[in-house]
């Protein structure tokens, strides 16, 4: 049991905020197959000041079996990044509001907002300030080890005030705001930052793996681990992490049977959750049956297929399909010989 302030949290192995990925069908799909803790996708504050409501509500569509859940704030204003957090406790009582300190990409930098506030700490201590006097919630901070370049005395420096100014934890991806999502991951920086604060620091970037996520735990002494893309068509990841924490045992891949079951639910809860006018919203859904097929061998041919697809109901059948042949794979060979452990490699794409 982790305790990030009144929070108490069941797990080390926590699900990343990712913008446009991580919505209510991701997440209900990676709890299903174990994940213990997740974050609803990264909130802009001045999308909830100045965009539609339905925007707001739509990305915090949350339901009893999404729990426990926190909720991230983007923004550089400490007003603004308030209403946003009291939004979020509103529509969806998170167990911590966490300020995304970290985010890389030009849209957010050019707004003042996301890895800039490393690069100009004052601002962030503003609003942490703000949203710690404010609200009835602990308040997290995602931060990166650096802007430019690394720098382990500045970014303990940072981490420290964080921590004095009432940071209930932080979360570090260990990369600077210039390599985005390239390059090694820093672990000296985020073991300097560790050995800098008493609350609980969890480590980010690269955890593809259970030996990954285990790699970072012992060369850095974090409290945990935060798994955001090695989690995309991999939903078992988060608990598959757990078990090797636990056991030093890696468990088996999923067969060919639970992932095409596993696509199906996907597709099914976008239809069931996402707003049904969003525009690009077939688009998406192609995307997300596509991070699937990583696993599956003439991959190549099967996402040609999906490129094609126009509703959801051509996508059910396409996923059937891949049901249905197997099945009648399976039926013409002797199935004591056959190790569906490993069956990505026998399905033949050819529908």
């Known amino acids: 049991m982790i305790h990030i302030g009144s929070a108490a949290i069941n797990t080390n192995v926590l699900l990343a905020p990712m913008a446009g990925c991580t919505d209510l069908a991701f997440r209900l799909v990676a709890r299903e197959c174990g994940a213990r803790f997740a974050f609803f996708e990264m909130i802009d504050s001045n ?69 800039y506030l490393i690069k100009h700490p004052d601002v962030l201590y503003k609003i942490l300030d703000k949203l710690a006097a404010n609200l009835p919630v602990p308040v997290t901070v995602k931060i990166r080890t650096g802007y430019e370049t690394t720098n382990a005395e500045g970014i303990t420096d940072i981490a420290r005030s964080l921590e004095s ?26 073991k300097a930052i560790k050995d800098s604060v008493k609350i609980p620091v969890f480590g980010s970037g690269n955890v593809f793996s259970p030996e990954l996520a285990k790699a ?64 690009g919203r077939i688009g998406f859904m192609r995307k997300v049956v596509m991070w699937h097929t990583k696993y599956f061998r003439r991959a190549a041919r099967l996402r040609e297929k999906i490129s094609l697809v126009k509703s959801y109901e051509e996508m059910i059948k396409l996923v059937d399909s891949l049901k249905l042949e197997r099945e009648a794979r399976v039926g013409q060979e002797n199935k004591d010989h056959i190790d569906n452990s490993f069956s990505c490699d026998d399905i033949d794409i050819a529908l």
């Open 165 to 190: 100014r009432g940071a209930a934890a932080i979360f570090v991806h260990g990369r600077t705001r210039a390599q985005g999502y390239s390059g090694e991951i820093d672990y000296a920086s985020i």
């Open 47 to 115: 999308s909830v000041k100045y965009g539609p409501a339905r925007k707001t509500a739509s990305i915090l569509k949350t339901n009893e079996n999404d729990r426990p859940i926190a909720g991230q704030v983007l923004g550089d204003d400490p007003d603004a990044m308030l209403a946003a957090a009291m939004r979020i406790i509103e529509l969806a009582n998170p167990a911590f509001i966490d300020i995304n300190a970290a985010c890389p990409v030009k849209k957010a930098v050019k707004k003042r907002s996301g890895a």
């Open 216 to 279: 970072m735990l012992d060369a850095t002494g974090c409290d945990g681990v935060m798994a955001a893309r090695g989690a995309l068509g991999n939903p078992w990841l988060l608990k598959n992490i757990e078990s090797y924490l636990a056991t030093g045992r890696l468990e088996h891949e999923p067969d060919i049977d639970s992932r095409i079951d596993v696509i199906k639910r996907h597709i099914e809860y976008l239809e069931l959750f996402r707003n049904p006018r969003a525009a």
